[in-house]
C-alpha cells in the first residue's frame, strides 16, 4: 500500500543542484603521462568488425596503456568546496519560501501580541476606572 507523496515543483531536486552547470567545474589538466597515454591510445587504428574477432585478444602495448591510466591517480574532490556550493545554491533556490513562512510567522505573533496587550491594557484600564468609582 504505497501513497505517492504531492510532488512540490518548487523545490529542486538533487540532479537540478548537483548538475547545474554553475556547479561542475573545469577538467584539472591532466598529468603529463596521462596525456601521452591518451594519445597513444587514440593513435591506435579502430578494428573493423570483420577484424574485430581477431583483434579480441589486447595487444601488449594496449594493455600496458591501460595499466598505465588506471594506475595514475585520480585528483580528490574537494568535497567541502562541493557541498559549500550546493548549500548555497539550495538555500538561494529556498529563500523567497523561507522569507514568506518566517513573514507571515512575524506577522502571526504580531498579531498576538497586540491582542495580548490590548487586553492587558482593557483590563488595567477597568480596574483603575472601577477603583476610582468604588474607591470614593
Known sequence: MSQNPVFDSSIP???EVVLEPALVSPAPPAPAGQAEAEDALAAEPVPEPAQAEEAAA???AAVETQAALQAL???APD???LERRIAERVLAQLQPQIDAIVRNALASAGDQIHIGLRQAVE???AQ???SIQFGQ
Open 73 to 75: 591517480p585520480l585528483p
Open 123 to 125: 483590563q488595567v484600564v
Open 79 to 81: 568535497w567541502e568546496e
Open 128 to 130: 483603575q476606572v472601577a
Open 58 to 60: 589486447p595487444a601488449p
Open 13 to 15: 531536486v538533487l540532479t
